[in-house]
């Protein structure tokens, strides 16, 4: 088996990042999850890398507290140095068995310093302290922190929820300021559009003449988003395609290296580890780089180095016959290799699409013909990317018992510009975790569980699409 490009721990599942940059090296701590069975408390834990691509897992980094502690888990927050080198973790410390006034197990931001290169922590309880008035108790939680230097002060966000209205509507990014780090003042709200039932995992920064503010919602969608604005005071506006990414990759945080801007996320896992399993907290982790557009806009695709790493070219038949033109004005055809692909594999695709077409893309794991198979299928009357697969459920014996009304994995699903011409599909596959990226703006991760494995196959549906590049290449471990 080779080396995984997605970390995981051996024993356990990342949950929520919290990454760092320093002196080069991405220091991502994360929340350990451990499904066993009575549930441990959470931890954070620490994974190094240097190049996106290889990870030194080092274990517990902050331990959360014991069963009468306020921080038997230990939750999302930050990690930021101050003037005199020591670096300071803000987190969330929570306890089911400490109730607030509202009945809810309290969220409480606690915090940690350390004066040893965040090789161990000191905790200070005595600077814990919980959600004011007007907010509910058990929301109160992922304290990012940032300096502003207008304002000559720290800022801290929290993802937390009014104690009053619309049940679903009440999330906000409350605030806190200080100017020591160690005493915090409650102020004005740092974002209040009455939309979600939470902001998770506030995170803010600036690039060029931009600022960027990237949270984590469940309410129509448990997706990442992000917002821009000239200021960090706002207003904030919403870009045309807002989201990080799909369903599966979650609570995006960010961290800067060399003017380059990585997201830093988990996919989540699915029970049963099967295609129908419902979607689980915490999973593996996934790293997308932001790429900053002309109007200020995100794109998101795959580190440089991360393609890098797949060097060694796996021969595929089809590509003797590039260009190949599949023309099918009013049906369906597909080309698919003889051979089946490694289990990990990087794929590029580069089609040029005529007007009025209804359907291209890739299929994978696929079977000789191509009926079987899950498949990358982008959708230009739509203007979207969608991740599909057959066979469906099949609930009962006769031919109509098939999910055959579903269009596709309704959670998958990611608009893109598809006008007529040359557009690129680039996937990694890795075991179980597709990730997709149209034109290196636009990224799509999922599960892929019940096909094993087979071959590549490229399709069109009802017009043209001429497929002009098809490359496939492997890692090989030294």
């Known amino acids: 088996m080779k080396r995984s490009v997605f970390f995981q721990p051996t024993h356990g599942w990342v949950g929520d990042l919290i990454p ?9 701590f994360y929340l350990h999850e451990d499904r066993s069975d009575p549930k441990p408390g959470t931890s954070w834990n620490l994974v190094t890398t240097k190049d996106l691509t290889q990870f030194e ?31 300071h973790l803000f987190y ?17 931001v606690m915090h940690a310093t350390s004066t040893d290169g965040m090789r161990t922590w000191q905790k200070h309880p005595e600077l814990t302290f919980g959600a004011p008035d007007g907010y509910e108790s058990g929301d109160w939680r992922d304290p990012f922190v940032f300096w502003d230097d ?8 929290l993802a937390a929820r009014h104690s009053e209205g619309p049940e679903r509507r009440r999330g906000v990014i409350a605030q806190c300021v200080s100017t020591d780090l160690m005493t915090w003042q409650h102020t004005e709200p740092f974002w ?20 960027y503010m990237v949270y984590s919602e469940f309410s129509e969608s448990f997706t990442t988003r992000y917002r821009m604005a000239k200021s960090p005071d706002g207003p904030w506006t919403v870009p045309a395609l807002d989201s990080i990414d799909g369903r599966a990759f979650y609570a995006s945080k960010t961290a800067e290296r060399d003017g380059r801007r990585f997201f830093f996320g988990w996919i989540a896992s699915k029970e ?52 190949a033109r599949l023309h099918v004005p009013d049906g369906y055809t597909a080309l698919v290799s003889d051979e089946e692909l490694p289990q990990q594999f990087y794929a590029k695709a580069v089609l040029d699409i005529a007007p009025d077409t209804t359907e291209c893309g890739l299929l994978l794991r696929s079977s000789h013909d191509g009926d079987h198979s899950y498949v990358l299928r982008l959708e230009p009357k739509r203007g979207r990317l969608v991740f599909d697969r057959w066979p469906r459920t099949i ?19 990611r608009p893109c510009d598809l006008t007529p011409g040359e ?27 019940d096909l094993t494995a087979g071959r590549i196959g490229l399709f069109a549906g009802e017009g043209s699409a001429t497929v002009t590049e098809l490359e496939v290449r492997q890692r090989t471990d030294h």
Request: with cysteine.
């Open 20 to 28: 760092f940059e320093k002196d080069g090296e991405f220091w991502l």
């Open 57 to 87: 897992d080092h274990g517990v980094s902050l331990s959360h507290g014991s069963e009468s502690d306020l921080d038997f888990n230990a939750y999302t927050g930050s990690v930021l140095a101050d003037a005199a080198g020591v670096h």
């Open 92 to 108: 969330t410390g929570q306890n089911p068995r400490n109730v607030g006034p509202d009945g809810m197990p309290r969220q409480l």
């Open 150 to 157: 207008s304002k000559n002060q720290w800022r801290m966000l």
């Open 192 to 211: 209040d559009p009455r939309r979600y039932i939470t902001h998770e995992c506030p995170d803010v920064f600036s690039w060029g003449d931009w600022w």
């Open 272 to 323: 049963g580890n099967a295609d129908q399993g419902a979607w689980q907290w915490a999973g593996t982790m996934s790293v997308l780089e932001a790429r900053q557009n002309p109007d200020g806009t995100l794109g998101f695709s795959f580190a440089d180095e991360l393609v890098e790493s797949f060097w060694d070219d796996v021969s595929v038949p089809l590509t003797g016959s590039l260009p």
């Open 395 to 413: 609930t009962g014996d006769a031919q109509w018992h098939v999910s055959g009304d579903v269009p596709f994995d309704v959670e998958l699903e």
């Open 423 to 449: 557009h690129t599909l680039e996937v990694i596959v890795d075991g179980d975790i597709c990730v997709a990226v149209v034109d290196r703006q636009v990224a799509l991760s999922t599960r892929i569980y």
